[in-house]
Nanobody
């Protein structure tokens, strides 16, 4: 059973940066697309970013494009999310997920992902 564990969340000031990491155990990430999603209190889960298995293609949600960057290290079985120019509205629980099926394009919908981490809290103060 694949387990995903996020780390790197915490408190940041508006305009600051945080880097989230997602580590996998019990399975590989190297042949699978990966994604990051977030959910703020009282809101639906929102797509943040996705990356293909090779790392050659990425996709971002409109609200984070130009500020966030997704990357991966297949040798270390990890995926990261660099978050810059943080805003209070970025406050949410951030979760990583592994796509269903190997290879393929980036994915924006929750149903396209099979395994999810528990999430890490990111709080941005104004």
């Amino acid at each position: 059973q694949v387990q995903l564990v996020e780390s790197g969340g915490g408190l940041a000031q508006a305009g600051g940066s945080l880097r989230l990491s997602c580590a996998a155990s019990g399975g590989t990430l190297s042949s699978y697309g990966m994604g990051w999603f977030r959910q703020a209190p009282g809101k639906e889960r929102e797509f943040v970013a996705a990356i293909t298995a090779s790392g050659g293609l990425t996709d971002y949600g409109a609200s984070v494009k130009g500020r966030f960057s997704i990357s991966r290290d297949n040798a270390k079985n990890t995926v990261s999310l660099q978050m810059n120019s943080l805003k209070p509205e970025d406050t949410a629980v951030y979760s990583c997920a592994r796509k269903r099926g190997i290879w393929g394009p980036t994915a924006r919908y929750e149903s396209e992902y099979e395994y999810w981490g528990q999430g890490t809290q990111v709080t941005v103060s104004s």
